[in-house]
């Protein structure tokens, strides 16, 4: 869920709804158990970034594509706040993955994560871009969330959950079109 796209949206069909709900749970559990971590407190703070950028991103392409659909634009403008605020949490998740990163390994090999993370920073930017556009009349329609959604294997009638999806690849969740 960290690299779906929040336009097109992938996953968005198979993730449920409780899923920021269950993502700040394991959040609050962590954070709470985070004294006991002693020399490994980095690690578990790389996860706690995580978690606080899946309990805010989890269900947000899903809530941007309803607003968009029901034409809603007040939750829109709220939508973009969170676009924002989710922006700035994947900056921390960045910055404490690579803290760990170079803790824990050489250089090498770093400048892949740097080149997702910050895609998905980027798109997320593109977003915001689109969504106020859109608000102000510049843009007409947002054509990635007029597409009809699919589960991840293409799937309209039963919809596979994100639970069942085993894919932890970058290049076929980000999007349809990765090819390199």
Same mark, same amino acid.
């Given at each position: 869920?960290?690299?779906?796209?929040?336009?097109?949206?992938?996953?968005?069909?198979?993730?449920?709804?409780?899923?920021?709900?269950?993502?700040?749970?394991?959040?609050?559990?962590?954070?709470?158990?985070?004294?006991?971590?002693?020399?490994?407190?980095? &690690?578990?703070?790389?996860? /706690?970034?995580?978690?606080?950028? !899946?309990?805010?991103?989890?269900?947000?392409?899903? @809530? *941007?594509? %309803?607003?968009?659909?029901?034409?809603?634009?007040?939750?829109?403008?709220?939508?973009?706040?969170?676009?924002?605020?989710?922006?700035?949490?994947?900056?921390?998740?960045?910055?404490?993955?690579?803290?760990?990163?170079?803790?824990?390994?050489?250089?090498?090999?770093?400048?892949?994560?740097?080149?997702?993370?910050?895609?998905?920073?980027?798109? &997320?930017?593109?977003?915001? /871009?689109?969504?106020?556009?859109? !608000?102000?009349?510049?843009?007409?329609?947002?054509? @990635? *969330?007029? %597409?009809?959604?699919?589960?991840?294997?293409?799937?309209?009638?039963?919809?596979?959950?994100?639970?069942?999806?085993?894919?932890?690849?970058?290049?076929?969740?980000?999007?349809?079109?990765?090819?390199?």
């Amino acid at each position: 869920l960290l690299y779906n796209d929040i336009l097109i949206g992938l996953l968005d069909a198979s993730t449920e709804a409780h899923y920021p709900k269950l993502y700040n749970k394991h959040y609050n559990k962590m954070k709470k158990a985070m004294p006991e971590y002693g020399a490994y407190t980095y &690690i578990f703070e790389t996860q /706690l970034a995580l978690l606080k950028v !899946l309990k805010n991103k989890a269900r947000l392409g899903v @809530e *941007l594509r %309803a607003a968009y659909k029901s034409k809603d634009k007040v939750l829109l403008e709220k939508l973009v706040k969170k676009l924002k605020t989710t922006q700035k949490l994947i900056v921390e998740f960045k910055n404490a993955f690579m803290y760990q990163w170079y803790k824990e390994n050489k250089a090498f090999g770093y400048e892949i994560q740097d080149l997702r993370i910050g895609g998905i920073i980027q798109r &997320i930017d593109t977003a915001i /871009l689109k969504v106020k556009a859109y !608000l102000n009349g510049t843009l007409d329609r947002i054509e @990635e *969330l007029e %597409a009809e959604v699919l589960d991840y294997y293409g799937n309209k009638a039963e919809i596979q959950k994100s639970h069942n999806i085993a894919e932890f690849r970058y290049k076929p969740v980000v999007s349809v079109g990765v090819s390199v």
